[in-house]
Each structure stands twice: as structure tokens, then as C-alpha cells.
């Protein structure tokens, strides 16, 4: 892994406010289904509102940009890349850099999204950064999930290969606990993984093996949920202060029906967690996203990890 690019002794992530990465939906659409929940759709369920799509946009990067600082990623002229939205596939800052000026842009193995690579390249690049590509394959923020200090966890085995963790631990000083991804409604890392602090972690343990699972307990105060609360997406989240902010789409969905049930589930569970540990739950509807796959998280990257240094009890 090779830096293409000096970094400037300032950048976005060292502001002291939490700080993010997110890009309007103007070339979001659904056309190529490239995951098993938009295979699991015909084509007319999979069509996007736009309108819909562009003020449920809106109300998340509101919210976001109204507690901190949000950076958008420009759109290409005539951008034909469907999934661009989903910036936390962009890559990732190493956060227990000093220097915070070195991303990890992704190599994906999705074709529909290769073409973000060379997005993702030179928007960092402009802004100040170090971009580094992996040789073998990675998908960002929404694989590698960093604990505290140099600790990470990586998912491999869908999207991401375990030798891209070998070459960074090797590079930049980390220690990274790997754990294999086989379900494929669960494909990337932050579909069973969320830190919710440094020293607490939200954690789909049943889909992991027992060492795994050990060597997780190992650096971190496991908060067990089941594979029914991780489906609808409770590990899709993100911290903004004392804030979870997750998607639900709920009050679409018909009383009784089975989704329904598993929403409603998933969102008690994430109250409970929030009640639990001085965190305020606000939830957004992302309907329209979910017919790409995705869930809140996948939307937003973070340039900085600043909210994760409250201590709110």
C-alpha cells in the first residue's frame, strides 16, 4: 500500500466537533441490484422516489449538520454511479493516527461501485489527505470498525478480504480482530457491529464463532443482540454526542405484518440500549434507501471520532 498524495497539516478531521462525510442522492438509483436485499425485490418495489429519497436526505443531513459539520462529497457530472450516496463504503480515516491525515479508500469487490474508488481518491486528495488503495479488497468504514486507541475490528469474507487487515496492521500499527461475514443479508461488518463507546460495543454475537466472540470480550464490554434485531438494521447506527441516530421506517409498515413486528422489536431494543447508557434515540425514515440495501450508517463517514470522546455517565 503506497500514499499517492502529502498530506496538509490541517484537515477537516481535526476539528473539534463531530464531523462527517455524505453525498446528496443524485446519482442514487437502484437499477443494478447488487445485494440479496434488492434481489429480494422485483423491479417496480425496487424503483426509487426521488423526491422522497432527496427529502428523507434532507432530514438526516439536517439533523447531522445541525450538531456538527458535514462535508458533501460532489456528484461527477453525469455521474452514473448508483451507490455514491453510501459514503461510509468510501473508505476510512485512521483515527488513532496523530496526524489524522491518512484514508483507506476502498477496493471493491461490488462492480457496480468500482468507479468510486477513483471518486473517493480525488476528493480526499483535494481536501488534504494521504489516500491509500488496498490491493486486496476493502469497503471502507462499514468493514473496519475502530474501538478505541489503535484497536479495530475488520470484517472479511463477503466484501472485504482478510489479507487487506494483515497489510494494515503491518503498515500503520494496528491491532485488528477479524471476524469472517457468511450471512449475506448481513454483508457488511456494520450490519452486526456498533461502538457505542470506548469501552462499549452493540455486538451480533450469534452469527460470530466462540473465538471471535473471546477475543472481542477481550477489548471490549460486549452489548449481545440477536440476529432478528440486527436484521432491520440495529447496528446500522450512528453516534452524534448523546445521540443513536438510526433509520425506521415503521410507520409504513402494516400492524402485525412480520416486518413490522421485527421493527418494532429492533427499536425497543435500541431504546433500552440508549435508556441504558444516557443516549437519546432519533430515528429517520429511509425507505428509500433501504431499496438499495442500506441502512443509516452506510450513509454517513466519519471524518472525525469526537462524539465518541463524551462521557455521558
Given at each position: 500500500m503506497d500514499s499517492t498524495s502529502p498530506s496538509k497539516a490541517w484537515n477537516l478531521s481535526h476539528l473539534d466537533v463531530p464531523t462527517f462525510l455524505m453525498c446528496p442522492p443524485l446519482s442514487y438509483?437502484?437499477?443494478?441490484?447488487?445485494?440479496?436485499w434488492m434481489e429480494d425485490l422485483d423491479e417496480i418495489d425496487r424503483k426509487v422516489d426521488d423526491k422522497k429519497a432527496a427529502r428523507q436526505f434532507q432530514a438526516l443531513y439536517q439533523f447531522l449538520s445541525s450538531r456538527g459539520v458535514v462535508q458533501l462529497l460532489p456528484v461527477p457530472a453525469d455521474c452514473c454511479l448508483q451507490d455514491l450516496i453510501f459514503t461510509a463504503n468510501l473508505g476510512i480515516i485512521l483515527e488513532h493516527l496523530p496526524a489524522k491525515d491518512t484514508v483507506i479508500i476502498s477496493n471493491y469487490k461490488s462492480k457496480p461501485r468500482i468507479g468510486e474508488t477513483?471518486?473517493?481518491v480525488k476528493f480526499f486528495q483535494s481536501m488534504g489527505y494521504k489516500t491509500i488503495v488496498p490491493t486486496t479488497k476493502f469497503e471502507g468504514e462499514a468493514e473496519l470498525k475502530h474501538l478505541y486507541d489503535n484497536v479495530y475490528v475488520g470484517g472479511y469474507g463477503l466484501r472485504s478480504q482478510k489479507e487487506?487487515?494483515?497489510?494494515?496492521?503491518?503498515?500503520?500499527g494496528m491491532k485488528i480482530i477479524k471476524v469472517r461475514e457468511d450471512?449475506?443479508?448481513?454483508?457488511?461488518?456494520d450490519c452486526s457491529i456498533f461502538p457505542l463507546t470506548y469501552e462499549k460495543t452493540i455486538v451480533c454475537t450469534e452469527i460470530l464463532s466462540s473465538k471471535e466472540v473471546k477475543e472481542i470480550e477481550a477489548v471490549t464490554e460486549i452489548i449481545d443482540i440477536s440476529r432478528d434485531e440486527a436484521l432491520p438494521g440495529l447496528c446500522n447506527s450512528v453516534r452524534l454526542g448523546n445521540y443513536i441516530l438510526n433509520?425506521?421506517?415503521i410507520h409504513?409498515?402494516?400492524?402485525?405484518?412480520?416486518?413490522?413486528?421485527?421493527?418494532l422489536a429492533k427499536n425497543r431494543k435500541l431504546e433500552d440500549i440508549a435508556a441504558d447508557n444516557g443516549f437519546e434515540l432519533a430515528l429517520f425514515n429511509l425507505s428509500e434507501y433501504q431499496k438499495g440495501g442500506a441502512a443509516l450508517s452506510c450513509m454517513v463517514m466519519h471524518l472525525n471520532r469526537v462524539s465518541y470522546q463524551y462521557r455521558l455517565i
Open positions: 438509483n437502484t437499477s443494478e441490484p447488487n445485494n440479496i477513483e471518486v473517493g487487506t487487515y494483515d497489510q494494515l496492521e503491518d503498515q500503520f450471512d449475506p443479508y448481513l454483508y457488511h461488518l433509520g425506521s421506517h409504513e409498515l402494516k400492524r402485525g405484518t412480520e416486518n413490522y413486528r421485527l421493527e
